[in-house]
């Protein structure tokens, strides 16, 4: 990352999100944030107190002209976010204003911070580690009750505990293994199988249990989705609008009006549920619709939940099903099908007899005009989504640190097949030590540019 070694800059940026407001926050810390902000901010005593607000104009370093009415206060090193000397200034919201700000402070020898870098100089400096780092963001993406009250356990370190837990598992188990290599030749007794296997098999069982909680978390934290697809004209906007309860997509008896995904968000028991509304499946040699329909396929690829909607009466609704699922659903993705029977308000709603058997597992009756199955629909997503957690459980909710547990998981597997194979000490803690530096990197103990960008660079600015 480019701040990687710049550490020893002085930083600023808007702390509070840009355009018109009441009040608005710029952040500015690093080593020489107070001679820079004392050029603008005369009124600032000689000794500063940490944790105190401090009255006064704002003013050009150069002009001594009056730019805001301002309060800046101040957080000494080891007490702040990032553990830098740090001020923030409180200012009018205008974006002329802080623009204005922002100007002095980089003319009078700061510059304007890259993306999630004060969170970085957190991390930097052991406020922090890189697991709680990607919480911050987190934090401040949370659109519910639960993705934040989630946002903020990880934020307290509940998983960082965990992990730290399996690091020092980690660590002791290579110990011993050194020993059986440092004093091969000795004649010593050395660390056998029988006290080395037992607990690899538990640190593997404490990794395969975060692992399985990565689906509930990655669902707290980013949402449900559920697809609405089928045919033309069987009601998806229709049912959008009746699940959402609003207008919001455009409904005629025309068929392929729906051209492109239209989505929209509502909160069940916590847990945001994005629905998808598709453009229809179909044969067509209209250039627009195709560009729809392949949107389609990848949201159903995407989709946690696939509805697929049909006409009540539709005798030929199950042989239609079945190319459904053989065409545009993979094996392992057959388990997210349900279907809708919409339109039950018509007089010639056919018999549900055989629908069920060996393709979908639950099958919902609606009817938009009439606004009835949102019920019985709505309770089976609440079952879908009634992810509980306890004060003492932590729950997986990033990609990055799926794919090294993932990883650490199959170190550890490798490492217990060579161990009952009795292969030498050397190649086992060989093994071993790829796990180690998984959890390091989970933790930000090792890494490099390409993890602080995956990490950082999904910041936005001033934070």
């Known amino acids: 990352m480019s701040y990687l070694d710049r550490d ?9 999100a840009t355009g018109l407001a009441g009040i608005s926050v710029i952040r500015i810390c690093g ?34 002209e009056d730019i805001d009415e301002v309060l800046v206060t101040y957080f000494t090193e080891g007490r702040s976010f990032t553990g830098d000397h740090t001020f923030e ?29 004060f969170t ?6 052991g406020r922090i580690d890189l697991s709680q780092a990607e919480s911050v963001l987190s934090l ?9 009250q989630l946002a903020l356990r990880q934020l307290k370190g509940e998983l960082s505990y965990k992990f730290e837990d399996i690091e020092n598992r980690l660590l002791n188990l290579a110990a011993h293994l050194e020993v059986n290599i440092d004093y091969s030749e000795e004649e010593i007794l050395q660390v056998g199988k029988d006290k080395i296997a037992p607990p690899l098999e538990e640190i593997k069982k404490r990794v395969e249990g975060l692992l399985q909680t990565f689906n509930s978390g990655r669902i707290i934290k980013e949402g449900f989705f559920v697809a609405l697809v089928g045919a033309p004209n069987v009601g998806k906007s229709s049912l959008l609008n009746m699940f959402v309860e609003k207008d919001k997509a455009i409904v005629t008896e025309i068929e392929g009006t729906t051209r492109d995904v239209i989505e929209e968000k509502v909160m069940i028991d916590g847990v945001s549920i994005t629905f ?64 809708i029977r919409n339109k039950i308000d018509l007089n010639e709603t056919s018999s549900d007899d055989g629908f069920d058997q060996g393709i979908a597992s639950h099958i919902f009756k609606t009817s938009a005009k009439l606004n009835t199955g949102k019920i019985e629909f709505f309770d089976f997503l609440k079952d879908l989504v009634s992810f509980e957690f306890s004060e003492n459980s932590a729950q997986l909710s990033h990609l990055r640190q799926f794919e090294l547990l993932s990883k650490i998981y199959n170190s550890l597997d490798s490492t217990l097949n060579s161990l009952h194979k009795e292969l030498s000490p050397e190649l086992i803690i060989f093994e071993l030590q790829e796990s180690i530096v998984a959890i390091h990197e989970i933790l930000g103990k090792e890494f490099d540019d390409q993890v602080m960008d995956r990490v950082f660079k999904q910041f936005c600015l001033g934070k």
């Open 140 to 148: 401040i993406e949370s659109h519910s009750k639960k993705s934040s």
């Open 89 to 117: 200034i409180s200012c009018h919201g205008s974006p002329y204003i802080t623009s204005r700000i922002i100007q002095e402070l980089v003319q009078s020898g700061g510059r304007i911070a890259e993306k999630g870098e």
């Open 8 to 16: 020893e800059d002085t930083i600023c940026a808007m702390a509070t």
């Open 120 to 125: 970085y100089r957190a991390f930097s400096n």
């Open 276 to 339: 998808f509304d598709t453009a229809g499946l179909r044969i067509t040699e209209d250039k627009v619709e195709k560009i729809g329909i392949e949107k389609t396929v990848r949201t159903i690829e995407e989709a946690d939940l696939v509805c697929w909607v049909c006409d009540a009466w539709n005798l030929k609704a199950k042989e239609e099903l079945s190319e459904f699922v053989s065409s545009h659903l993979k094996a392992q993705n057959r388990s997210k099908l349900v279907v």
């Open 31 to 64: 080593p020489y944030c107070e001679s820079i902000v004392r050029k603008c901010c005369s009124f600032l005593p000689d000794q500063l107190e940490s944790h105190r607000v401090y009255y006064g104009w704002f003013k050009s370093h150069l002009e001594k």
